[in-house]
């Protein structure tokens, strides 16, 4: 009897291990990537990104163990300006024809605190890609009040520098530093 007994609490603990990670799909209409540089010493000039996909594996019980996968378009991007915008679109900077999505894959997680971690991965811009670190902050974790399921909340920043992704047109005039701020929700990916 306490073999099966054993046996039984081996079996219950090897599942709940294997079901410790929750799948969180990114909630497109609210997921944005703000950046802002310097210009010129006069002003600091904005810009965002949309249409942001991909999933969170979040483990609760052993956060270092998450991981993180994500793209979007880089024809999302909103300048406030129609020639800025489509000139950041050409060869010049984000090279959008010829690498339409920019994608960031999680390497490693290193947990910072309660609701924080650093999360470092692969960032791929204009076809190159980087090691970047993102300043994590989970926002929230609940039910969400509005879609009845499972909901995350995360919010991120990083610094990026623009000549890394062969993208240093005008530096340093026009900063080649870019401060990146994220914020995303994702849903329970297995709640109906």
């Known amino acids: 009897m306490s073999k099966l007994l054993l046996a039984s609490a081996l079996t ?6 294997a079901m410790a990670a929750e799948t969180y799909a990114i909630d497109t209409t609210h997921a944005q990537i ?3 540089y310097n210009h010129l010493g006069f002003s600091t000039t904005y810009g965002m990104f949309s249409g942001i996909t991909g999933e969170i594996q979040f483990d609760e019980a052993d956060p270092a163990a998450s991981s993180v996968s994500v793209s979007f378009p880089v024809s999302s991007l909103a300048t406030g300006d129609d020639e ?3 000139h950041f679109q050409t060869e010049d900077f984000f090279g959008a ?3 339409p999505e920019a994608t960031f894959t999680s390497t490693s997680i290193e947990v910072t605190g309660e609701t924080s971690a650093e999360i470092t991965g692969d960032l791929t811009v204009n076809g ?3 090691s970047v670190v993102l300043d994590t902050t989970m926002t929230q974790k609940g039910d969400h009040p509005m879609a009845g399921k499972p909901w995350i909340g995360f919010t991120a920043t ?3 520098t623009r000549s890394d992704f062969d993208m240093g047109m ?3 005039y026009v900063g080649d530093e870019v ?5 995303v929700e994702a849903m329970d990916a297995s709640a109906e």
């Open 12 to 17: 219950a603990l090897t599942a709940t291990g």
């Open 34 to 36: 703000v950046y802002h």
């Open 84 to 86: 800025r915008t489509a």
């Open 97 to 99: 024809e010829a690498n």
């Open 128 to 130: 190159i890609t980087k």
């Open 158 to 160: 990083t610094t990026l």
């Open 170 to 172: 005008y530096a340093p």
């Open 179 to 183: 401060e990146v701020f994220i914020s």
